[in-house]
């Protein structure tokens, strides 16, 4: 039986297949569905949440491998809906589908979590593993500077 | 600035309050409205058999007023950008207005959310649904307050009678209103530009801060109680069958409950599934297991013979002979023949796939006299309709729920895969959700064509262009509706090419043959891409070969400003060319733009460079100045674009720039990497690895959008900025490195230099 912290919550997995990546677990058993499914081979980063703080790929991550870690995914990112990035975000008119922009949400507060002052090159790096096929990438890069400004 | 015109005069708005209309939409006691399509009578007609109204507004004794969308949003914004036009006629507050989203129905008018048309085609009659609902309430507080109406107006949410400084909460006059009849036609009064508050200004859009937070519902979010999960196995060639499989394996994996055979396709394609082994279970994952368990042995039919390295030679040199002659000017043969010299050159695009971030999916629930769908679907009555044809229902018994859409671009105008759900949860008799792997994706899409280009110029003595030769060759979408069809069709020929706007004295467009064996669909642009690559790279070539600045050289070949006359062929994206003429002012404006911002002719270092492109497509016109940077060994980026932009009207500036600096990336995947072929019937593609699109640090760095202060009618604006990127950045390509780019992906290409 597999135990995760998901959120703050202690959540005993015992009638799930231990092979399942966390993702699907999120998504089916859970019903946190704000994590998405882009690629299923960690390739486009839609699936991004936290491991134990880092921004990982969920969608090759199977239970059974991270027993006892604590994951947070973007339904608890924030208590209020306003981490500094979430109001960038909806300030600088980051979306436009919006699928990705979770995924690149949790990569982007791994970053700021890490580095208050990141430059265009860190950013560039942090988030070189989450693809937006609408192609936001330059509000993207503008609206994190705009987060580390706010929480500086 | 002028403002736009509502033309012709409207009609068929209706209150229809006490009709039952909107259902659970709106609570009791509101005051609604329906509007019918304003524009052409010819669609007016079908109005008349029985009041259809398509759009809907309504206000709550709360005040709260709701609107509803009826176009599908998959990123362009459309599900903020036409409400927020009837909101701003009517005089409401945008905080006080909530969306509802349409399911498919005819009632509202046509659902198909793709040619960049939906500000085009509806912002008029979304003008006159806000100003008619702004009548009424005004004649309802005059009627309170013994006043003319004419002296009234609406302002934050109120009724307003100015010289008493009187003021009436909209809902406060819901029970009046309801019980007046709407305002004909010569009485609505529409708002100047100066009264405006939100049309060329904009508000955040309307899912933002469910996006933020992941509640946002897309398809793939969709669920049901009791509901199971599916997974196909399709077959991997077109039209090929199952032969015979075995799926013990499968069946003994946790959570696997049944595999279903699903009947193949058969050509005209169309919109149909594609058949296969659909693995039913409890999770996604007990699905997907199952499917790899799955041991199955293909029929894979003629369309085993398809391999790219073949066709793609073979359409070549179809595009040299050209044939089929889609628009002949002058003399192109004695022009030729009497040259001094000629320039020639090929140019090749690959197939390529939609890719958007949500992959195709779809939940369903059927009973015997209802079909239920939640699909994040372009075109909600195309699945109904094939969803009543299905299962003998009506359309009345057939509801497809619209869901966001995780990126669009085309692909999901297509109804196979809610098809695909639906008749999957009418055999396993409960709800049944399909979502589709990203590699299903890659290797089942709606293709965009592979593509060939012939361009010949004709130059006299005194090296002035005399003559153009112009050849294409494609496998027509027509040949997934169509197996026999061989050209394209006269829509795919005017994106760009029989459109082509160069003064020359002698032009002759021809067409070559070509056969379909995938899906061909369409894709962000359509045609537009390869025409536009095709035509922006040679005149660059030209200039080259003539030894003139390229934007130069551009302008030169517009000739004089003039409204381009174009015959029967060209059919305008639709529209009639007195009402969107194809007007050389506009094109040679946003030219000079983009290269003024651009700062065109600056001094760039070795292996830097600027390239110049510019594109009139879905009645907007796009031109590019692409800066790229090539190291010595051949690696390229796109430090910069900058992109002029002439859409009429930009009832939304900040979207507009968005999907332009989306087209800018979007474009660059096409110039960069974006290529599918096929082996033995087969797409040798199937993820992000071998499928690549843009990343943060491959796409455009820096992208700056130019707009044009206009008050013309509003063209399109989510596809315009895709065609002439891909060329800007090939041009820039050739400033820096003297290397000529004739066939895409750059990834083929060595860009080394020394």
């Known amino acids: ?152 | 600035m002028t403002t736009t015109s509502i033309d012709p005069a409207p009609q068929g708005v209706m209150n229809v309050s006490r009709r039952g209309f909107l259902g659970g939409l709106v609570g009791a006691g509101s005051f609604v409205l329906g509007a019918s399509w304003p524009l052409a009578s010819a669609r007016a007609a079908s109005v008349n058999e029985a009041f259809a109204p398509n759009v809907f507004l309504a206000i709550a004794p709360s005040g709260v007023v709701t609107i509803i969308a009826h176009r599908s949003e998959m990123g362009t914004g459309i599900r903020t950008s036409l409400p927020m036009v009837v909101a701003d006629e009517l005089g409401a507050l945008w905080e006080r207005v909530t969306i509802e989203q349409a399911p498919g129905d005819r009632s509202f008018g046509s659902q198909n959310t793709d040619g960049s048309r939906s500000i085009r085609r509806f912002y008029d009659v979304m003008r006159v649904a806000g100003a008619s609902a702004r009548n009424m309430l005004e004649r309802a507080a005059a009627a309170r307050w013994n006043v003319a109406h004419t002296e009234c107006t609406t302002r934050g949410h109120e009724v307003v009678h100015e010289s008493t400084n009187r003021t009436l909460p909209f809902g406060d006059l819901v029970a009046d209103a309801i019980a007046l009849d709407p305002p004909a036609a010569e009485d609505l009064r529409y708002r100047t530009r100066s009264e405006l508050n939100y049309v060329g200004k904009g508000v955040p859009i309307t899912d933002g801060q469910d996006i933020v937070t992941g509640r946002a519902t897309f398809g793939i979010d969709a669920t049901l109680p009791g509901m199971k999960y599916a997974s196909i196995e399709r077959p991997p060639v077109l039209g090929g069958t199952v032969r015979a499989y075995d799926a013990t394996a499968t069946l003994a994996v946790p959570g696997v409950e049944r595999v279903i055979e699903l009947s193949s396709s058969t050509a005209p394609h169309a919109f149909k599934p594609l058949g296969g082994l659909a693995v039913i279970g409890t999770s996604t994952w007990a699905t997907l297991r199952g499917r790899q368990a799955l041991e199955v042995e293909w029929d894979d039919g003629a369309n085993a013979s398809y391999s790219s390295e073949t066709y793609d030679a073979a359409l070549l040199a179809s595009a040299q002979a050209g044939g089929r002659v889609v628009r002949d000017e002058g003399d192109v043969d004695a022009a030729f023949a009497d040259a001094t010299r000629t320039v020639e050159a090929n140019y090749e695009l690959p197939l390529l796939s939609h890719a958007p971030m949500e992959p195709p999916c779809a939940l369903a629930r059927v009973t015997d006299d209802l079909c239920e769908v939640w699909a994040p679907t372009q075109n909600p009555q195309t699945a109904q309709d094939m969803l009543a044809g299905e299962f003998g229902l009506s359309r009345d018994q057939v509801v497809v729920h619209v869901t966001l859409l995780g990126g669009g671009f085309g692909r999901k105008s297509k109804a196979d895969f809610v098809v695909e759900a639906a008749r999957l949860a009418r055999e396993v008799g409960a709800p049944v959700k399909v979502t589709w792997t990203r590699e299903d994706d890659v290797r089942h899409d709606y293709y965009h064509a592979v593509s060939a280009l012939s361009m010949k110029a004709a130059l006299n003595g005194d090296d002035d262009v005399t003559a153009l030769r112009m050849s294409t060759a494609f496998p027509s979408i027509s040949t997934t509706f169509d197996p026999t069809a061989r050209h394209g069709s006269d829509g795919e020929l005017g994106q760009g090419f029989s459109d082509v706007p160069f003064a020359v004295p002698n032009i002759r467009v021809e067409n070559g043959e070509a056969r379909g064996h995938v899906r061909i669909g369409w894709l962000r642009s359509v045609a537009n891409i390869y025409h536009a690559f095709g035509v922006s790279t040679f005149v660059d070539e030209l200039a080259a070969a003539r030894g003139r600045d390229p934007f130069e050289h551009w302008l030169s070949m517009l000739g004089t400003d003039r409204d381009l006359a174009l015959g029967d062929f060209y059919s305008n994206y639709g529209e009639p060319l007195e009402r969107y003429p194809y007007d050389i002012k506009r094109l040679r404006a946003v030219g000079q733009l983009a290269a003024d911002r651009a700062e065109w002719g600056r001094d760039l270092p070795r292996g830097r460079g600027l390239g110049f492109a510019a594109h009139r497509s879905f009645l907007a016109s796009v031109a590019v100045v692409a800066e790229v940077d090539v190291t010595q060994d051949g690696q390229l980026t796109i430090p910069r674009i900058d992109m002029a932009v002439d859409c009429g009207l930009a009832v939304h500036p900040d979207r507009v720039r968005s999907q332009m600096e989306g087209a800018a990336v979007f474009g660059a995947g096409v110039a960069l990497a974006g290529e599918i072929t096929a082996k033995d019937g087969r797409i040798e593609q199937s993820n992000f690895h071998d499928y690549k699109i843009p990343r943060i640090y491959e796409a455009p760095q820096d992208v700056r959008v130019h707009l044009v202060e206009s008050g013309e009618l509003p063209g399109g604006v989510g596809e315009p900025g895709v065609p002439p990127i891909a060329p800007a950045i090939c041009n820039a390509v050739f400033a820096a490195t003297g290397k000529r780019i004739r066939r895409l992906p750059l990834a083929r290409h060595d860009l080394s230099w020394s």
């Open chain 1, 1 to 152: 039986m597999v135990t995760l912290r998901i959120n703050g919550d202690e959540m005993s997995l015992d009638d799930v297949d231990p092979t399942t990546p966390l993702l699907w677990v999120l998504r089916d058993h859970l019903g946190l569905t704000g994590t998405k499914f882009g690629c299923g081979m960690g390739q486009c980063g839609s699936c991004t949440i936290h491991l134990d703080g880092r921004a990982t790929r969920c969608c090759v991550l199977p239970i059974r491998d991270i027993d006892g870690m604590s994951v947070t995914t973007i339904e608890g990112l924030s208590e209020d809906d306003d981490h500094p990035l979430q109001e960038a975000w909806v300030e600088a008119g980051v979306p436009q589908c919006g699928y990705c922009q979770v995924g690149q949400l949790m990569s982007a507060a791994a970053l700021l979590a890490d580095n208050d002052e990141p430059s265009d090159d860190d950013i560039d790096r942090a988030m070189s593993g989450n693809l937006c096929r609408c192609g936001t990438y330059t509000r993207i890069r503008s609206a994190i500077h705009a987060a580390a400004r706010a929480m500086r």
